[in-house]
């Protein structure tokens, strides 16, 4: 079933998009709870004559979207748990832990924009954060054991008396 959406839907598309859905998902979940109309002919025209009017309105959007990311560049995270034996967490990194990190750094982020999948393990990994439908930053999140100090600085100073024997 083809239906125009009214609002973003994670996994399925953005406002204004026209996707196809199965019937039940359409008449029972989004139809009813206004997310999202029939794609008939004349919501179609509807659909493109209130798009092309609000083409400034999209290009704001879009730019806001794109002034938000830049705050993100050069941002990385690194996150301290607790760790067994093995090096799994006790319980496990998500988007709300992330979402929280960033705000500690004074960058507010909705949870909802942040994709990740849970971190259950010590490791590097990426958190990708959707700003715009065309905007989307990746960060990195390095999961440390709590008391452990970042390796990264430990790696560049290694690699830095490396660099000094091979010049000589």
Known sequence: MEIILKEDIIGRGYKNDIVNVKPGYARNYL???AKA???????????AENLKQQQHKLA??????????EALNGVA????????ATGVLYGSVTAATVAAEL???????????????DI?????YAATIVFH?????????????????AAAPAKEEAA????????E
């Open 31 to 33: 139809i009813p709870t």
């Open 37 to 47: 109309v029939i794609a008939t002919a004349s919501a179609k025209k509807v659909l």
């Open 60 to 69: 704001a959007l879009l730019a806001a979207a794109e002034k938000e990311a």
């Open 77 to 84: 995270l690194t996150i301290e748990g607790k760790v067994s």
């Open 103 to 117: 705000a500690k750094k004074g960058i507010q982020v909705d949870r909802k924009r942040i994709i990740m999948k």
């Open 120 to 124: 259950k393990t010590v490791g590097e």
């Open 133 to 149: 439908k065309e905007v989307k930053v990746e960060i990195p999140v390095t999961v440390i054991a709590e008391g452990q100090e």
């Open 160 to 167: 830095a008396p490396a660099e000094e024997t091979a010049a």
